[in-house]
């Protein structure tokens, strides 16, 4: 079945750089649509970025743009989150997602995406 992991998450001090990846298998990757997600204590899961199939375009929330950045390598099924500035309200599990069936679009919802890793812990201290 469709795996996908994540990596690259811990604790770092306010200001740190971090690059998270994630892998997948079983997957038609280089046709997904992909995301990043991210859920802190008690809040609901919130959309951080996403990219289409091709990489040829991306969105971000408004809380990370300009510090993060997605990106994938068809070539290696590893979808990236290049993360800068962190701030302490950065602090969540960290969830990437892939969509089964093909789209042109950039996708926010988490109910969009039909395959989920089971997250990686970012921590940033103030």
């Known amino acids: 079945q469709v795996q996908l992991v994540e990596s690259g998450g811990g604790l770092v001090q306010a200001g740190a750089s971090l690059r998270l990846s994630c892998a997948a298998s079983q997957l038609t990757f280089s046709r997904s649509a992909l995301g990043w997600f991210r859920q802190a204590p008690g809040k609901a899961r919130e959309f951080v970025g996403g990219i289409t199939w091709n990489g040829g375009s991306t969105r971000y929330a408004d809380s990370v743009k300009g510090r993060f950045t997605i990106s994938r390598d068809n070539t290696k099924s590893t979808l990236y989150l290049q993360m800068g500035s962190l701030k302490p309200e950065d602090t969540a599990v960290y969830y990437c997602?892939?969509?089964?069936?093909?789209?042109?679009?950039?996708?926010?919802?988490?109910?969009?995406?039909?395959?989920w890793g089971q997250g990686t812990q970012v921590t940033v201290s103030s």
């Open positions: 997602a892939a969509r089964r069936l093909i789209t042109s679009a950039v996708l926010y919802s988490p109910s969009d995406y039909d395959y």
